[in-house]
């Protein structure tokens, strides 16, 4: 799936654009701690690593971060070639 094709599909799935960046932030934060919470379960109550659902929280994390870009325009494509710009500083 193209990134463009990724964009249109989830756009479809966005209830509302009321406080589109405060409510995308709060998004991220929500899917990072749910990782969080995954790894916790792992590491101090020895339970299996559910690998399927941190596939889930990261598409979700992507979900986000794609609602994010589009709102301050700003492609997924430019993100990662300032990432990397930053990175080799």
């Known amino acids: 799936m193209t ?3 990724y964009l249109e599909k989830a756009k479809r799935t966005l209830s509302t654009k ?6 995308m932030a ?3 934060v929500t899917e990072s701690g749910e ?3 995954a ?3 792992h590491k101090f ?3 299996d690593l559910n690998v399927q659902n941190l ?6 994390l992507c979900w ?12 997924m494509e430019e993100a990662r070639k300032d990432n990397i710009i930053k990175l080799a500083k």
């Open 3 to 5: 990134e463009k094709d």
């Open 18 to 23: 009321e406080d589109l960046i405060e409510h």
């Open 26 to 28: 709060y998004g991220l």
């Open 35 to 37: 990782i969080l919470d």
């Open 39 to 41: 790894l916790k379960k």
């Open 45 to 47: 109550y020895k339970r």
């Open 55 to 60: 596939k889930e929280e990261i598409g979700d």
């Open 64 to 75: 986000y971060i794609y609602q994010l870009c589009e709102e301050v325009g700003y492609t």
